[in-house]
């Protein structure tokens, strides 16, 4: 009993378990953090709000209705290699560092997405053209496999613990801003040059933007340094493998335990659990944000026969507001919890589903644009909270190659795949109700995932102590935490000398 209680009583934290934030250095890496994101889906923004015009230059022997499934089959080729990406960069983040992992994806889809802008039509080299174009899009999908993930556990593993949600909300700030970069952008040049011009080279300027973009971000993802956490964490694997050397050697079992493969094998008998709860969250996250970033453009305008300017400009208004909301979703996910948060708007999905796409429906202007602010407020209650909650649900050591093999696998099945799916879908079916029922079954698997979801809001990461933002809020947790150890000694204690109290 004397054991128990001064184990008890190590529990409370000393001085060097908590970690002070540095302001400045936070906002550095939210912001190039974000800026990746950024530069990610401006990408996604021109692509999506290019399907058509990218239909007519490299598949041009098809009719319209085909030519849009092939665009968006290109687009989802590019989810198909986000898990190899996510088993390179995310196991490889964790051995290396962040940082450097991070810098590498950046390089990567900067090129990938700029090569974009000098591809040969359909017209010039034939079938090459998209071929060429398939393969520009597996690059930046493998890319993409080790961005969002390493930049939501960068984030993560900065931000003060009661600041997590609205931090890592900038990271989703980032996406949107992107989005309506690119998508803007593409709706500016298609309103000023015509749709003519936008064909034979009008398409090209939106790529070619991403050059610029990208040197922007690599340089700001240089300037920054190791999240704490990861610092800490092989600072310990180090001096661990000093002392197995100074005792003899090497243990082979940890050593094993420690390469990549020894990693993988612990995600998935370990941490089965929160990989299943991380592809739920991300497949009811993902399956919304494509649905209305990607497919609801062409839909409006290829499927319902909307004015293409009048349905690029509901959407890209959808997305300011998404933009506009998102971190005030963070900041309510301090204070509620994430789960509460994840669990109604899960419940308002299946409920306001079917009811948006009829609005979209309508026709008009007003109608649709409510239907498409319904669906954009629905996609804020995901897009504001996940950053914050998806690293929490592992440990430091495995956290950014489990999060990237678990989000890539999921965002690949069922996140990429939505404009493919439901574009073959309403083509198969004739039913203009297909999107309402596919965001409806996300809705039921999204809410059974945060049912199972452990509350984060405020904790400690898996594997870290405490984060928080100044000298006096550490000096007033570690006298919490010395009265709460000594309460459970004194409770101890008690029971040792009255086992027969209930109390």
């Known amino acids: ?72 089959a290109t687009f989802a080729a590019a989810f198909l290699v986000r898990p190899l990406g996510g088993l390179v960069f995310g196991p490889l983040g964790d051995r290396i560092g962040r940082k450097r992992v991070l810098a590498a994806t950046m390089i990567m889809m900067a090129i990938s997405t700029f090569a974009v802008g000098f591809l040969p039509s359909y017209a010039a080299i034939g079938f090459s053209a998209p071929i060429l174009l398939l393969i520009c899009r597996l690059v930046q999908g493998f890319s993409t496999g080790g961005e969002y993930a390493g930049a939501t556990t960068y984030i993560a593993e900065y931000a003060p613990d009661k600041r997590r949600g609205f931090l890592g909300s900038w990271l989703d700030f980032g996406t949107f801003i992107g989005y309506s970069l690119g998508s803007g952008m593409v709706t500016v040049l298609t309103a000023v040059i015509g749709d003519d011009s936008m064909v034979s080279w009008g398409w090209r300027l939106p790529f070619l933007v991403a050059g610029p973009l990208g040197l922007i971000g690599l340089y700001m993802r240089l300037r920054l340094e190791e999240t704490p956490a990861f610092q800490r964490e092989a600072e310990q694997a180090h001096q661990a493998a ?49 649905m209305v970033t990607s497919y609801l453009p062409t839909f409006m ?116 795949t939505t404009p493919l799916i439901a574009s073959a879908l309403v083509q198969a079916t004739g039913s203009h109700m297909v999107p309402a029922y596919y965001l409806m079954a996300a809705g039921v698997i999204g809410f059974v995932a945060s049912f199972f979801l452990h509350e984060t809001a405020g904790k400690p990461l898996r594997g870290s102590g405490p984060m928080v933002e100044s000298e006096e809020q550490a000096q007033r947790l570690i006298a919490h935490s010395r009265t709460q150890a000594g309460r459970r000694a004194r409770d101890i204690w008690i029971r040792l000398r009255h086992p027969w109290s209930r109390s």
């Open 1 to 72: 009993m004397l054991r128990t209680l001064l184990r008890r009583r190590k529990q409370s934290l000393s001085a060097g378990d908590v970690t002070i934030t540095d302001k400045p250095e936070v906002r550095r890496a939210v912001s190039a953090a974000a800026l990746g994101n950024t530069m990610e889906w401006f990408d996604f923004g021109v692509y999506a709000y290019l399907a058509g015009t990218l239909g007519k230059v490299f598949f041009p022997s098809s009719s319209p209705g085909a030519q849009v499934v092939s665009t968006f």
């Open 242 to 290: 000093e002392k197995a050397r100074r005792e003899g050697g090497e243990d082979p079992v940890e050593v094993a335990r420690q390469s990549g493969h020894g990693r993988l094998k612990e995600i998935f008998t370990q941490h089965w659990e929160a990989v299943l709860i991380c592809m739920g969250l991300v497949l009811l996250y993902n399956v919304t944000n494509y």
């Open 301 to 416: 305008s290829e499927t319902l026969g909307e004015d293409a300017l009048t349905s690029q400009l509901l959407v890209l208004g959808t997305m300011i507001v998404v933009a506009l909301t998102i971190t005030t979703v963070g900041r309510t996910s301090d204070r509620w919890g994430r789960r509460p948060v994840f669990m109604a708007g899960s419940l308002a999905l299946i409920a306001l589903a079917a009811p948006a796409v009829l609005l979209i429906r309508a026709g008009g202007i007003l109608q649709p644009a409510f239907g498409c602010l319904i669906l954009g407020l629905l996609l804020v209650c995901f897009a504001g909270t996940s950053a914050s909650t998806l690293p929490a649900l592992f440990p430091t050591r495995l956290r950014y190659g489990a999060l990237s093999i678990s989000f890539n696998i999921s965002v690949s099945l069922f996140g990429g």
